[in-house]
C-alpha cells in the first residue's frame, strides 16, 4: 500500500480480504431489465438530472462562499448538505447510467464494498446534519438574542466535524461488518448499486448478526435525529404561535420552511423503505424508492432552497448582473 494511502476504503478492502477467501469478486447488477425502448429515455432523464444536481449544488457552494449576505450557520450547513449531495449522487448516479445503456453491469467486490460505504456515510450525514439544522433554526426562533452567542463559527465547525466523524465511524462498523461475511455466489443482484439488503442476501453466512447491527445502528442513526428535529420543531410552532401577528407568523416560519420541506422529503422517502412490507413490495416499487432517496433528494434539495429562499435568489441574481 502506497505511503499516505490508508483510510476507511483500505482498512474494508483489507478486512474483506483477510477474513475470507471468497469465491465471489465480482458483482453483477441486473438493474432494469426488459424496458427496451424506454432504456434511452430513462438514460437522458437520470442524466439530466445527474447534471443539474451537481450545477445546482455546486452553485450553491459558490454563492455561499462568494457572497457576504449568505455567510451565516444556515448557509454554512447548507453548504455541507450540498457536499454530501454529490457525493452520494456521484457515488449511485454513473452505475445507474451504465445499467441503462448495457442492461446489465459489473463492479469488483471491494468495489462495491467501497461503494456501500460512501453511501451509508452520506445517508447518515444527512440524517445528523438536517438534525443540526433544525437546532440552528430553534435557536433562531426560539431564543433570537442569544443566537449570535450560541451558534458562533467554532461550534458551527465543532458540529459539522463531529456530524461527518461519527457518519464515517457507524458506516465503516455497519461495512465491516459486512466483510465479515463470506460470499460463496450466486454473484449477480436484482438492484442498482450495492445497497445492504441485495448484497447481504449474496452471502452464503449467518446475517443475522449484521441485520440485528443495522437494526441497532437505525436507533442513533435515523430515530433519535427524526426524534430530536420533531421536538426542535415542536418548540418552533409553540413559539410561532404567540406571535400576534399573521404576517409576523408566517415571516418567522418562513425562515425554516426549506428545512422542513427538505427534512419531510427525506425521512419520508427512508421511512416509505421500512413501512412497506418487503413481501408486499414489487421488483418496480423495491427500485423506484431507493432512486427517491440517491438520486431524487440531491436534485431537490438546491431547487427548494433555491426557489423558496429569497436571500439565496438575491445573491444569484446580484452574481448574474453584477
Known sequence: MPAGEEGPVWLIAGAWKATYKNNVTTIIFLGFQNM??????????????YCVTLCG???????????????????????????????????????????????????SFSGCISQ????????????FLLTVMSYDRYLAICSPLHYGVIM??????ELILASWVLSFLFALALTLAICQLQFCGPNSIDHFFCDFNPLV??????????????TLLCIPVIFVPFLMILISYIYIVL?????SSISGRQKTFSTCGSHLAIVCIFYG?????????????????SKIFPMLYTIG????????????NKVITEALRKALYN
Open 239 to 243: 413559539t410561532v404561535l404567540k406571535i
Open 152 to 157: 458562533d463559527h467554532t461550534l458551527c465547525t
Open 297 to 308: 433528494t440531491p436534485f431537490l434539495n438546491p431547487l427548494i432552497y433555491t426557489l423558496r
Open 116 to 127: 456501500y460505504y460512501f453511501f451509508g456515510s452520506t445517508e447518515t450525514f444527512e440524517c
Open 201 to 214: 442476501k449474496l452471502s452464503c453466512s449467518d446475517v443475522s448478526k449484521v441485520r440485528l447491527e443495522l
Open 57 to 107: 449544488n455546486f452553485l450553491i457552494v459558490v454563492l455561499v462562499s462568494c457572497s457576504k449576505t449568505l455567510h451565516s450557520p444556515m448557509y454554512f450547513f447548507l453548504t455541507q448538505l450540498s457536499i454530501a449531495d454529490v457525493i452520494l449522487i456521484t457515488d449511485v448516479a454513473p452505475n445507474i447510467l451504465s445499467l441503462l445503456l448495457h442492461e446489465w453491469t459489473s463492479m
Open 36 to 49: 427496451g425502448k424506454l432504456n434511452i429515455l430513462f438514460f437522458t432523464f437520470v442524466l439530466t438530472i
Open 269 to 285: 422517502t427512508l421511512m416509505s423503505i421500512y413501512m412497506i412490507p418487503k413481501e408486499g413490495q414489487s421488483k418496480i416499487i
